[in-house]
């Protein structure tokens, strides 16, 4: 079984500010009302957090227009992830799934007990929808798809989730990973949320480490019937969601205006990065959560990762496909600018 491999820090770098650009984290600090939040849960850490999580299911319910047994919650969308695979999937089933995505898939699916049917995504980084249809067998039980895809920073859109849900059998489930739904700005993305009501083998996954900054925390949710939400709650691990984490993300969900600014000052980043890899010649994907993605291998690859370690940023590279980076302070954006300037390919 693959390791799953975490975005290392930057090194220390002698008068000279560093940025951690390898883990697709919020680079802003917690508001204050949700640190307040934070804190005062914290003083209760010798009794047990609510197995039930009920206050952040309520929250959620109001916030997302979703029934509360709509909803599970876990120590992250990678959690609520492996429980989905280990309530559904037996030795012998497959699990079809784009490739590049998240590295975490192929760890999820073994642990499982399933087998991974992974399918290339298209030169441009999107899914092969496609491919990902003609994958399908009878001993297909999941299909995944990502969209923001990390690492590629591609969308599904609309029209392509609906042609996957009208193949994929209803005994088939489909899990989407919005875990950067809110970075997108693209009016035909898939919208999970929207979807899912009328396709009950639709799981949706969302979570607060990304637009919400809870990365440090592990807090994420699925969106689903109640035929599904059931046996995820049942398997997921007790106490998963700590009395902190809960009161943080409740928080945050009461000062959404003020996260997504800071999110809107992210995207506004992204398009400043890629407008700028575009002058330069770099030819890049759209981008659509708070990263970049370089296509790059070999020793074009090893000398991006250096290069970036030279100027004091961390950036991640993943096995032989490419670089990912992510969008954070303007001075860390400035550095990826000048990084890729002396790279121009």
Not at 6 to 12: I, M, N
Not at 292 to 308: E, I, K, R, Y
Request: proline share 7%; glycine share 8%; with cysteine.
């Amino acid at each position: 079984m693959p390791r799953y491999v975490a975005g290392r820090p930057p090194a220390a770098r002698p008068g000279l500010t560093t940025y951690k650009l390898s883990s697709n984290e919020n680079p802003y600090p917690p508001l204050p009302g949700v640190l307040d939040a934070a804190t005062r849960a914290a003083s209760a850490m010798n009794r047990y957090p609510d197995i039930g999580t009920h206050t952040l299911y309520e929250a959620l319910s109001a916030a997302r227009g979703v029934p509360v047994d709509h909803l599970a919650a876990g120590t992250g969308s990678t959690a609520l992830l492996y429980g989905l695979l280990s309530a559904f999937c037996e030795p012998g089933d497959e699990v079809v799934y784009p490739w590049r995505s998240f590295e975490g898939y192929p760890i999820a699916v073994l642990a499982a007990g399933a087998a991974s049917v992974q399918v290339s995504n298209l030169a441009d980084g999107r899914h092969d929808v496609d491919g990902i249809l003609a994958a399908l067998t009878p001993r297909t039980r999941v299909v995944m798809l990502c969209s923001p895809n990390n690492p590629t920073g591609s969308i599904l859109r609309q029209d392509e989730l609906d042609r996957v849900l009208a193949a994929v059998p209803g005994d088939v489930l489909v899990i989407l990973d919005e875990a950067y739904a809110e970075f997108v700005r693209e009016g035909d993305a898939a919208d999970g949320l929207a979807t899912y009501p009328t396709h009950p083998n639709l799981v949706v996954l969302r979570t607060f480490s990304k637009a919400y900054g809870l990365a440090g925390l592990r807090v994420g949710y699925a969106v689903a019937a109640p035929e599904i939400i059931d046996p995820l709650r049942a398997i997921t691990l007790p106490f998963g969601v700590s009395a902190v984490a809960e009161a943080a993300a409740v928080a945050s969900l009461a000062v959404e205006d003020e996260l997504f600014a800071r999110v809107d000052a992210l995207v506004a980043e992204r398009a400043r990065i890629l407008d700028g890899l575009h002058r330069l010649g770099w030819e890049v994907p759209d981008a659509h959560g708070n990263f970049v993605w370089f296509a790059l291998s070999g020793d074009a690859l090893a000398g991006f990762v250096t290069a970036a370690e030279d100027l004091g940023v961390a950036v991640r590279g993943l096995g032989d496909d490419g670089v990912r980076v992510s969008i954070g302070e303007r001075e860390a954006n400035d550095r990826t600018l000048a990084l890729a300037q002396r790279l121009i390919p």
